[in-house]
């Protein structure tokens, strides 16, 4: 993900994989959280559908994500403790 340190919100990726589909997932997840005024507004279930989602793909082990986001360069990139524990969290 080195080479798209530098790069603009809006800029295409260098370089996609996983980790980078789920930074625009959640990315655009809480920009829509931002938009909410109030919690019954049909945007927070949908965004209470994305927090769901996101868990999911991020402790998935049947190759969900991998499936969803081919690696081209055959790395295999993991998803750190740090980001499983904020990925739990969403869902406490």
Request: include cysteine; aromatic fraction near 10%; charge should be negative.
């Amino acid at each position: 993900m080195s080479e798209n340190i530098n790069q603009t919100y809006m800029t295409p990726a260098n370089y996609k994989n996983k980790v980078y589909f789920m930074w625009d997932f959640v990315g655009r997840t809480l920009r829509m959280l931002y938009q909410v005024k109030i919690p019954e507004s049909p945007l927070w279930e949908e965004m209470k559908g994305r927090a769901l989602h996101a868990n999911v793909l991020i402790n998935d082990n049947t190759g969900k994500l991998e499936t969803m986001c081919r690696d081209d360069r055959g790395q295999d990139t993991q998803f750190g403790p740090e980001v499983i524990e904020l990925a739990n969290k969403l869902m406490t």
